[in-house]
């Protein structure tokens, strides 16, 4: 069974910082791009970031691009998430995922399996 | 980049209504478009994926169909369980994107 758990979140001020996990268990974790989307409350969702398979190749969105850094340490099994310089805005709950399939592309492109999510609120 | 349009943004349907959900991409997708269903406070599950397939244990009464920038995901018979909100969603030039998302309730 595939499962995924994130860990990490909690309350910071504006412009502080952060550092979300996620474990992977279950499946071939080097094999699979990941993802992390956010949703902020009441809200949609937003894809913040993936990582392909082996970490070579990181993409962001517009919106937190320069400020997080995705990566992943495969012997760990674990997914990052460093969020720098962090805004009200950012507050949300944060999701990982795993793609569905294997990473063929470098790029993820079906987030198939989600973690719980862990919350991240950004406040003074 | 690609913007997905869902409609409409929120449903009122009974148990056995038939629901039809259409998202619309702002350039051809190919079949590049998924679904997933979030019920309150917990994970989205993808339920369709590149336009029409899904995974071994779907109910056979959801399904999904388009290709190109008009797609449509429908519930062929509304079940307790299926209230929730539903989501499309693309990706292109290694960029994800969701669409609005459709509040599916209780009329």
């Known amino acids: 069974e595939v499962r995924l758990l994130e860990s990490g979140g909690g309350l910071v001020q504006p412009g502080g910082s952060l550092r979300l996990s996620c474990g992977g268990s279950g499946f071939t974790f080097r094999s699979y791009a990941m993802t992390w989307v956010r949703q902020a409350p009441g809200k949609g969702l937003e894809w913040v970031s993936s990582i392909s398979d082996r970490g070579e190749n990181t993409y962001y969105a517009d919106s937190v691009k320069g400020r997080f850094t995705i990566s992943r340490d495969n012997s760990k099994k674990t997914l990052y998430l460093q969020m720098n310089s962090l805004r009200a805005d950012d507050t949300a709950v944060y999701y990982c995922a795993r793609d569905l399939g294997v990473d063929v592309s470098n790029a993820a492109t079906t987030p198939g399996y989600w973690g719980q999510g862990t919350l991240v609120t950004v406040s003074s | 980049d690609i913007q997905l349009t869902q409609s409409p943004s929120s449903l009122s349907a009974s148990v056995g209504d038939r629901v039809t959900i259409t998202c619309r991409a702002s350039?051809?997708?190919?079949?590049?478009l998924n679904w997933y269903q979030q019920k309150p406070g917990k994970a989205p599950e993808l339920l369709i994926f590149?336009?029409?397939y899904f995974e071994t244990g779907l109910p056979s009464r959801f399904s999904g169909s388009g290709s190109g920038t008009d797609f449509t995901f429908t519930i062929s018979s509304l079940q307790p369980e299926d209230f929730a909100t539903y989501y499309c969603?693309?990706?292109?030039?290694?960029?994800?994107?969701f669409g609005g998302g459709t509040k599916v309730d209780i009329k």
């Open positions: 350039q051809d997708i190919n079949n590049f």
């Open positions: 969603q693309t990706y292109n030039n290694v960029l994800l994107t």
């Open positions: 590149d336009g029409s």
